[in-house]
């Protein structure tokens, strides 16, 4: 028995090469972004009348009364956000685990998945405790701090979205969706809507953000899947 690992005769500096291109091979075959990216973008977009439908807001009464200020509250965090990224993450974690095997190879989705989930969850009790607050008290009439608001947005679920990319840009090594990921969040906490629907009222003015950072997703999904077509 020898601990030498190279065959008589070989190179050892072409079997070293031959194994890196194997390992990353490999690490190809198990990369499922454009997918995840593909769904959290349906997932976005879907979003859209999910918010619409669950909005409540009481600005005419009290423009009416003469008021101040007036609450615009979305119901969807809780009731669609959180079941929504739910089954998303599931439905990813299925399909690199289905995919993944099919090769030959093992899935390194998991603590992706378990990242964002724990992140949705987070993110509907943050959610949940604001909402019942500001039920039993009256809204500011002065606009949040920064910090505020760069936060609740960081939490929000767009927000989670980005900070588990950054766990899935770490497993699979993927330095171009770790760039992706970061400009993503610059969208997310910034944010940079273009000055789209400026001034389309206080009950439509989530639509573009919305439909931007949404974009932002499927665009990123087009880029990766071609990207994994010509690698192939």
């Given at each position: 028995m020898t601990t030498d690992s190279v065959h008589a005769g070989g190179d050892p500096h072409r079997l070293l090469s031959e194994v890196r291109a194997l390992a990353h091979r490999v690490r190809l075959d198990q990369r499922v972004t454009w997918v995840a990216l593909?769904?959290?973008?349906?997932?976005?977009?879907?979003?859209?009348?999910?918010?619409?439908?669950?909005?409540?807001?009481?600005?005419?009464?009290?423009?009416?009364?003469?008021?101040d200020a007036c609450r615009v509250r979305g119901?969807?965090?809780?009731?669609?956000?959180?079941?929504?990224?739910?089954?998303?993450?599931t439905g990813i974690a299925m399909y690199a685990v289905?995919?993944?095997?099919?090769?030959?190879?093992?899935a390194r989705v998991l603590p992706y998945v378990l990242t964002g989930v724990g992140?949705?969850?987070?993110?509907?009790?943050?959610?949940?405790?604001?909402?019942?607050y500001w039920s039993y008290h009256q809204p500011p009439t002065e606009p949040l701090p920064s910090w505020v608001m760069l936060l609740d947005r960081l939490i929000a679920p767009?927000?989670?979205?980005?900070?588990?990319?950054?766990?899935?840009?770490?497993?699979?090594?993927?330095?171009?969706?770790?760039?992706?990921?970061?400009?993503?969040?610059?969208?997310?906490?910034?944010?940079?809507?273009?000055?789209?629907?400026?001034?389309?009222?206080?009950?439509t003015a989530f639509m573009p953000q919305h439909v931007i950072n949404g974009g932002v997703l499927l665009l990123g999904a087009v880029c990766f899947g071609l990207a994994r077509r010509w690698q192939r």
């Amino acid at each position: 028995m020898t601990t030498d690992s190279v065959h008589a005769g070989g190179d050892p500096h072409r079997l070293l090469s031959e194994v890196r291109a194997l390992a990353h091979r490999v690490r190809l075959d198990q990369r499922v972004t454009w997918v995840a990216l593909l769904v959290l973008a349906v997932v976005s977009f879907a979003s859209i009348p999910a918010h619409w439908y669950s909005l409540h807001s009481d600005c005419a009464q009290a423009f009416t009364d003469g008021a101040d200020a007036c609450r615009v509250r979305g119901l969807d965090r809780g009731l669609y956000w959180l079941p929504a990224l739910l089954l998303a993450y599931t439905g990813i974690a299925m399909y690199a685990v289905r995919v993944t095997r099919a090769r030959g190879l093992g899935a390194r989705v998991l603590p992706y998945v378990l990242t964002g989930v724990g992140l949705a969850v987070l993110s509907a009790v943050a959610w949940l405790s604001v909402y019942i607050y500001w039920s039993y008290h009256q809204p500011p009439t002065e606009p949040l701090p920064s910090w505020v608001m760069l936060l609740d947005r960081l939490i929000a679920p767009e927000g989670t979205i980005g900070v588990a990319l950054l766990v899935l840009a770490w497993l699979e090594r993927h330095v171009a969706l770790l760039v992706f990921t970061l400009g993503y969040l610059v969208f997310v906490l910034v944010p940079i809507n273009f000055g789209w629907g400026a001034k389309w009222g206080a009950e439509t003015a989530f639509m573009p953000q919305h439909v931007i950072n949404g974009g932002v997703l499927l665009l990123g999904a087009v880029c990766f899947g071609l990207a994994r077509r010509w690698q192939r």
